[in-house]
């Protein structure tokens, strides 16, 4: 749908889970947000879905936007697992320009993993785009298009253009302040819309053997670039000239990103590290990727005792026992996810606003 009724559209999906949803979810709860300090604007969300040419990849998410009501807001409660976001669904826009941010989620998420960063960022004059990336997300698992990885970082650019064109959003961004982040996956492919570019020869030299990397093995399992014309269409540069500023969230796939490429990066990087390194190792990940980005474009955080699914919503206190019984293994999305990750959510928000600060 298009964002003509963007002043009073309801938004239409809540935040279940990274790569599994959870069943028996109870009715939402709406309630006033009493702990949350008074920010300047309210935490509006609508639904998107991005309209152009492309009807073989089709696009959809969630906008978040200051509203003109900061003192309105609710939380509702539609999962056993994750908390909520506070939102304002039917937020009037507030007036005004504002940055744009447009998100990248990792290998099977969503768009609701960093819901909690779209509201806390549109309550301080942000718009924050996030879209489902088909073939690699929650509910878009195609074999076919996760093997066509070279769309992912296309999907931001074709989600800028569509905000930048269509007359509810256009008028409401500041073109000159346009943002990208992406986590685990997504950090791969910020960096790709950030001028890196895919390297052949070194997913062949970096991915052999027993104890490959995640990322190698995501790749592999989707037989990304086993083609010569997969590994032209994947080395093809994807840059973003209106995006001026990105980061990297605990991401996958450094070993797979040409070294050239990445020193020849123009645009200022955060690099987020989590240092538990509970899925990503740091030394082949962020630490390289770090290492490799001229020393004047990055700044390189290894957040202390956090672990990688801290970039994603907090967990209930019951969270992780739920998911132990119901679905083993995933318990581990909730690893030091209640009190712990709520103020490792405001370490990274503090180095967001930080790092985008004009």
């Known amino acids: ?13 809540f935040f279940f ?5 959870v069943a028996g979810l109870v009715e939402p709860v709406q309630a006033q947000a009493k702990d949350q300090p008074a920010l300047p604007y309210g935490p509006g969300v609508i639904s ?6 492309r009807q073989d990849r089709p696009l959809s998410g969630d906008l978040w936007y200051p509203t003109s009501t900061p003192e309105v807001f609710s939380r509702a409660d539609k999962s056993k697992v994750w908390q909520m976001a506070p939102a304002d669904p039917d937020g009037t826009p507030a007036e005004g320009r504002f940055p744009l941010l447009v998100i990248s989620h990792g290998m099977y998420g969503n768009t609701h993993n960093q819901a909690w960063l779209g509201s806390e960022l549109s309550r301080r004059g942000y718009m924050v785009a996030l879209i489902n990336h088909p073939g690699t997300s929650t509910f878009l698992r195609d074999p076919d298009q996760a093997r066509e990885m070279w769309d992912r970082p296309v999907d931001l650019s074709r989600l800028i253009t569509f905000l930048l064109k269509d007359e509810a ?13 992406g986590h685990s996956l997504g950090g791969y492919t910020v960096m790709v819309v950030a001028g890196a570019t895919f390297d052949p020869e070194r997913q062949k030299t970096n991915c052999s053997g027993d104890n490959q990397p995640a990322s190698c093995k995501a790749f592999t399992g989707w037989s990304v670039a086993e083609t010569a014309a997969d590994q032209r269409l ?5 840059k973003d000239s209106r995006i001026r500023k990105v980061i990297s969230m605990d991401l996958g796939g450094t070993l ?16 987020l590290g989590a240092e538990r390194a509970d899925m990503v190792n740091q030394t082949v990940e962020s630490r390289a990727l ?4 001229p020393a004047n474009m990055v700044r390189h955080v290894e957040l202390e005792d956090a672990g990688h699914f801290d970039f994603m919503g907090v967990c209930k206190p019951e969270a992780f026992d739920l998911l132990s019984e119901e679905e083993p293994g995933d318990e581990i999305v909730c690893v030091k996810g209640t009190v712990e990750r709520e103020a490792q ?3 990274i928000l503090a180095e967001t606003l930080e790092f985008l600060k004009p």
């Open 234 to 238: 994947m080395s093809v540069s994807r």
């Open 1 to 13: 749908m298009s964002l003509r009724s963007f002043k009073r559209q309801r938004v239409a999906r």
């Open 345 to 347: 959510h405001k370490r």
């Open 256 to 271: 797979l990103l040409s070294t050239e490429s990445l020193q020849a990066i123009d645009i200022p990087v955060l690099v």
């Open 48 to 53: 998107i879905t991005v309209e152009d040419e």
């Open 169 to 181: 959003t256009s008028t409401r961004i500041d073109p000159d302040r346009i943002y990208a982040a």
């Open 17 to 21: 889970a990274a790569a599994v949803v």
């Open 290 to 293: 770090a290492a490799s980005l």
